[in-house]
């Protein structure tokens, strides 16, 4: 850095205390976002997440529908939220859980089909966009237990299994 400390450059002393729980314009790996990619508005996922920094996040997604959501699903997305953020939030947030994990979506690929829609992608989908009208029952750090208007119970897994079948690779086997 040609002679110049971090402590006397002003642009990184002020990136070493900004806020990362509230939206900024930066699109690097790592940020969840919500909007088009013209306007993108993207939350830092390692921050430890609070309920404030996840009320930021769906304050966000209130405003408009992402790109390549149908605007029912959107809509039933944002009840779903609501209530969500409502009964479990502040355990959501104290067992770790992150805006992708309960916001997150599919990256929309450089020039995507017209076909194309994020929400197929079960495994980069948030807990919240699958709710579709059911409630969350229980949450521990990994999982969610989804009741059905039928009364079963579905589990949702905060961490997804890598795509694949076991033995696709030689580290399956120990």
């Given at each position: 850095m040609?002679?110049?400390s971090i402590a006397t450059n002003p642009y990184l002393q002020k990136l070493k205390t900004r806020d990362?729980?509230?939206p900024t314009k930066l699109t690097e790996p790592g940020f969840v976002g919500f909007v088009s990619s013209q306007r993108c508005l993207v939350f830092k996922n390692s921050v430890p997440p609070t309920l404030v920094a996840l009320q930021n996040v769906f304050t966000a997604l209130e405003r408009r529908c992402p790109d390549h959501v149908e605007p029912d699903r959107w809509r039933q997305a944002l009840e779903d939220c609501r209530r969500f953020l409502s009964q479990w939030g502040q355990q959501a947030a104290a067992l770790g859980w992150t805006a992708r994990d309960l916001f997150g979506l599919h990256e929309v690929p450089q020039m995507p089909h017209v076909s194309y829609r994020r929400l197929a992608r079960y495994d980069c989908t948030g807990l919240c966009w699958l709710l579709r009208g059911c409630?969350?029952?229980?949450?521990?750090?990994?999982t969610?237990?989804?009741r059905h208007p039928s009364g079963t119970i579905t589990t949702y897994r905060r961490f997804k299994p890598a795509i694949g079948l076991l033995g696709d690779s030689l580290d399956d086997f120990h």
């Open positions: 040609s002679g110049t990362l729980s509230q409630e969350v029952v229980a949450l521990t750090d990994s969610a237990a989804i």
